[in-house]
């Protein structure tokens, strides 16, 4: 779940992802969603659901949007960017199956729509509604993300990876993995623009990302399962 302000108002967007069970009312069948290797149709199976928060109360008609993603395992991170263009999410699967997956989608703070086709943002991610920031092969190199955060000025995007190299969702045994990748949200090619900025190797679990006050982003890197 994540909330935003709504960009006319004192409202707010609350904010999250619901997998569809790959049901048929989740289907989403537009042709617009085949590049850059997106999933096949049968995963296109999950919705994002704005709620509306004002001085009233929230309002319980959400304003739903489907895309093209099958999120089943229900772990990682979601975020707005702090100008409202963008929503990511991460979605982690231990065994980096192909449901381990990072996207973007453009977002409309005035609808609370997400990957619209007619969205005045689709510049901002080179004309596409979305973007999938990882290739398959990538995510079973590297881990599965699991944390994401915008900075301040909504310039960069940051990801972290994990890869549980023990193979044991509840076992530490010293060798896994953690990656933090940027991303330049100017960049002609935005997944093409990732960094690897961070690497460490130990006892490490899930690191999460947060975006400070002071404008710093804080990691968390949890040593074991529990």
Not at 28 to 56: I, K
Not at 109 to 124: F, P, V
Not at 213 to 221: D, E, H, K, P
């Amino acid at each position: 779940v994540t909330a935003v302000r709504q960009d006319d108002c004192g409202d707010y967007w609350v904010i999250s992802l619901v997998d569809n069970d790959n049901s048929t009312n989740g289907d989403y069948t537009d042709s617009s969603y085949d590049s850059l290797n997106w999933e096949s149709p049968t995963n296109w199976g999950s919705t994002f659901y704005a709620y509306r928060v004002s001085g009233s109360g929230v309002d319980l008609n959400p304003v739903k949007s489907k895309v093209p993603v099958d999120t089943d395992e229900i772990k990682g991170y979601l975020k707005v960017s702090p100008e409202g263009d963008f929503i990511a999410l991460a979605n982690y699967d231990v065994n980096r199956s192909i449901n381990a997956d990072a996207y973007m989608f453009t977002l409309d703070l005035t609808s609370g729509k997400i990957g619209e086709n007619d969205d005045s943002r689709l510049n901002l991610l080179n004309n596409q509604r979305g973007l999938k920031l990882f290739s398959d092969s990538e995510i079973s190199t590297l881990g599965a993300p699991y944390g994401v955060e915008f900075d301040a000025t909504s310039r960069f995007l940051y990801l972290s990876l994990h890869d549980l190299n023990s193979g044991r969702w509840n076992s530490m045994d010293g060798d896994d993995e953690i990656r933090i990748f940027q991303f330049d949200l100017q960049a002609p090619d935005i997944a093409a623009s990732k960094t690897e900025i961070h690497y460490e190797r130990g006892n490490v679990y899930r690191p999460g990302l947060q975006l400070s006050y002071g404008n710093q982003i804080y990691v968390t890197v949890p040593v074991s399962y529990t």
